[in-house]
């Protein structure tokens, strides 16, 4: 079953949406609205499709999020109180002592999340970003088993997920360690793409099992409903 | 004695198909169909010409992948219903641990795979991916030496195997630690294209021991029927 | 609330200024302008829009700095004197030991801010850099947490602050260790870029959370007025 | 005194062949034909010159090795049985134990060739590959004392030999580990020159001491008959 | 105040000179003259306009420097007569131990520096080079610190000094480790840009605090006078 | 006083060839005719200048060095009868054992050196190479160490001497480690140009202290009378 993410060029991309129960990576550098994309997954599935949606962030207070994410036109205290939308969060500064609190264990973590899946239903989860989650890791292998925790259970759950990753500036990569892609069923991918005098935005689907999805560089913009994206127009990247 | 892989356009590549008792090392970056072009080489193998197949992953659950390959008019429970597919593994949270139950020791693992060889009659093996086994190496020895105890104890076994390699996005290697190509009789690598607005597959015979074969990038499509590969349709890549 | 950075060319790009509570990273290679530029940011809110401003420097001496600052125009005698501008540094020699010495712990540096800030209601705060603070750090988490103690305290207390950041020569990193791009809310990129027999001063707003801004990337000049901007004027680069 | 390789163009190359006593390092990317022409080294030297040869490998087992050369039209298993065409080898799955067993000592291994090499009046070497022993060596001191022992010892003996080494996919390097052409008199390398939709190999000979060569990139094919070099023909490479 | 630094193209590009009492980085590749233009920086201020000057090396012997001086027409055994040029220096060949010699304190050999500088009341200071000094470091911060500590000790005495620093072959660096342009209070580069048939000089003044400057890549050349600046000549260099 | 090298062309890049007494790099990669040149500055000197020449090697066997000069009209075994030419080295199999031989103490080598070049008045010296003694070393600061111990005790003794550096395969680097060129007078290069169909051999002059020098790439011939010059001959690189 494929479940709309409520971008309308982008589900156009997908042909549809995405498959519930999956996995994804949401790559791109900095300022390419990763962050806003992913809430319009969630905002949509609440308030548009009546759907559960959890947005997990390490790195954001609430109170600029939401005055954020008001610029876009969404209303996440009013989600919230629908009872359909779940922050989780806020910075936390010294993420080792954080860790620690929770039992040392990196496991309750993802207990706790699985807690608040269950008890609200949860069918739409944003992790923002899996970047702090990686850097803590000693290797790949801590790396790779951490992300295969989480994505292993929201599946387990019936969640269908983004996890943000930011990539490093003008890099190809598709994840800051080269790991994340290899424990998730897709991976969209938000460029932008150094021209001339500006840097042009441009999403691609880069790789979604099981199902068919739209293969060029497409144009987005940041508008003030949020992003936009134009699957007709495709951006031209230079070639070395 | 060459065994047909059942992909029209890349036994024609292959003057063929695969020769008897070898390790083949299929390589490409996140997405371009490894997994997909894999399996047809076993679904092939068990349902038109009646060789016993066997799928290895660490990587995913049975349930999303018979999913996944359903959509490419694979049906794995029927195949598995003939006796002649065999599918191990679902994914692992944490490699090392489970590493550890099958007696903290990486021969266990091989002999595990060499007892369901035997006792199945397999021909064709998939291992998909090579990845989290040279993760865990601690040193390019190591990595060398894990991979050398399977190949030749499948070659051993006479079976013909695929080692799935997933390759760095954008890099020409041939593999993740450049070790994996040592090990093995043939490679044969997808490459995503990056042309202006989007990415083109490709598919070359990079090295195949014993035996002739196209020498030139050729197109290929991921289709709903799987991977379908052009002979006659060369793919051209940006020279730096 | 918007608040206007008092650089007409760059308020424009900014569609009229800089968050408040917002922490904005500014990074540039060496000659770039960023101390000037930041220093406007400061001088300007102090002089001309009353709000007490605060200059935090591990780097440079009083002496020097106001002698160059002169030189633009901008006497910080004089601010100093009306209570609105508050120099805090002067070259450190030794890093470590004077951590040493403010509790050989950072945490009370950031104690120290706070309390400066406080006290004399700062509303503008310029760090001049976070190279020293993430030249310190043992890794990546050290680094993030470093930084991500003093972005909090200084959100946390409403005020907006510029942190500096210097670039590698050449490179289009936006910051020293890819790091500290995550825990600021806008990023303000200077370029030198290098054409055949000169570098061009090129200015672009990254990132900005919460407002819309310029995309393209704008020719600036530094003049005995300090930075100058030319929203209009677009800068080119060569496309690798 | 000059030794011909029995490959025609080669030969050319080299104005008649390898000086005698002499080691060279041949060396280029996965699936060039590296095993093959130095096979064919080998077997012109026993079956057309009649002398004894001696072919090493830890990587090949000698049934595939000697079926791979019978599809080039070398009958090994004749070659042995004429008395000049030794076979040492077959894979090591545990180079570190097998370095262990043969004493935990690498020099016994070359105590064993050198035995061989008198015992059998070997005047041809291959050795096939170095990069194993290189990989097992901590540093570069430790990598080029393994390499400098073996030329040495086959110097002494008055043997021609071939080193043959794997270099990195795309790379113009010379060697794994950028040492191993210290220790030789010579190095041949083939290059799979990438072109916009195929790999095309070239054949150079980069330093020969003692004797003049030719100094071009030549064409060569690999056909069911071995290598076949061109020296007319050459290849023309991308310049970066 | 400006000081001149008596090579009449650069002291137009600086318009006037030097500030006084700042350090400036000299940076450049080996063979691009960078001892020579310093040594005219001192020998001027000592001949020309009568101020005290030092140079300092590690890596140089008295006798050779004043031959090849002499080469371009400086005479420093005459200099040296006049008290107001000073030698400090000669190959060390085990800087270790020279360190430890000066009291095992880095410390020390600063404040020998301090004692010279006031006793002859030295204006004019070269340190040539400080790559030994940061390649004694054992990392970033005691790098950044030992650097700091004598631009912080030679301008409080008020001296105007030249530090030396060799880039690397074909970089674009400003410096060796890519720390020590924090410390200084301008730069100047010498390039020797790579074009098709040799290596042209340029010089430009990549950032000078407090006063404005040329901005363009100006050719000079290295005569039997000593390093000529052309200041209306631009130098084009190929961009990647 | 200037001393010939005895090859035509490189002396009138040199206008009349090396200073007395001075060390020079010789730099080149793999096959470029280092050792060639090197052993024609010694010939000449010893058999054309009457001045007394020793060859250190620790990689290359007498009787092969011999040969391969011979085949370029050096007749060493003649030149060593007239006393004026002095060959020490002979590969070493394991260096740091004999290291330990010659006294666990890098500094008896020295000695060894000093000892043979008063004993025979030895005018010319020339290390071939400098790599092994780098490699050796533990750190940076080592390297430079054992080097500057070298040049300057050679230069005390008013040797001129060339010393021999290998550099990595298509890079523009003048030294393995990029310390080797900050203890000598002069660096001399010398390159092989890849064009698109071979590699071109090219020499120049990167620095030589007092003394004016040509600044192009120059084309030279490895001859079967050794290296021949060509002053007036421009070699084109390709420019990235």
Redesign the interface.
């Known amino acids: 079953m494929k479940m709309p993410m409520g971008i309308e060029g982008l589900d156009r991309m997908l042909k549809g949406g995405l498959l519930e129960?999956?996995n994804i990576l949401l790559s791109g550098p900095?300022?390419s609205g990763k962050s806003t994309l992913a809430m319009q997954f969630l905002y949509n599935g609440a308030v548009r499709y009546h759907e559960p949606s959890l947005y997990i962030t390490l790195?954001e207070?609430k109170k600029?999020f939401y005055?954020?994410m008001a610029?876009f036109g969404m209303d996440l205290h009013e989600a919230e109180k629908t009872g359909r939308f779940v922050f989780i969060g806020g910075?936390?500064?010294?993420?080792?002592s954080y860790m620690d609190k929770v039992d040392a264990n990196f496991k309750n973590m993802v207990e706790e999340i699985q807690e608040v899946v269950k008890e609200r239903g949860i069918k739409r989860v944003v992790i923002d970003s899996v970047?702090?989650l990686t850097?803590?890791a000693k290797n790949?292998?801590e790396r790779?088993?951490a992300l295969?925790?989480i994505t292993?259970s929201l599946?387990a759950l019936g969640c269908t997920s983004l996890l943000i990753s930011?990539t490093?500036?003008?890099s190809?990569?598709?994840s800051r360690y080269?790991i994340e892609?290899?424990?998730v069923?897709g991976?969209i991918v938000l460029y932008l793409v150094?021209?001339?005098?500006?840097?042009v935005p441009g999403i691609?689907i880069?790789?979604?099992?099981?199902?068919?999805h739209d293969?060029?560089?497409r144009y987005y913009e940041i508008t003030?409903k949020g992003i936009v994206v134009y699957p007709q127009e495709?951006?031209?990247?230079?070639?070395?």
């Not at 910075?91 to 080792?96: D, H, Q, V």
């Not at 150094?194 to 840097?199: A, D, T, V």
């Open positions: 129960g999956r900095c300022g790195e207070t600029k005055e954020d610029g910075p936390i500064a010294n993420i080792r970047n702090l850097m803590l790949d292998e790779r088993n295969a925790m292993n599946s930011e490093k500036e003008g190809m990569d598709l080269g892609e290899f424990v069923d991976v150094r021209q001339r005098n500006k840097f691609v880069r790789k979604m099992r099981g199902t068919n293969k060029e560089i003030d495709t951006v031209f990247m230079s070639i070395r």
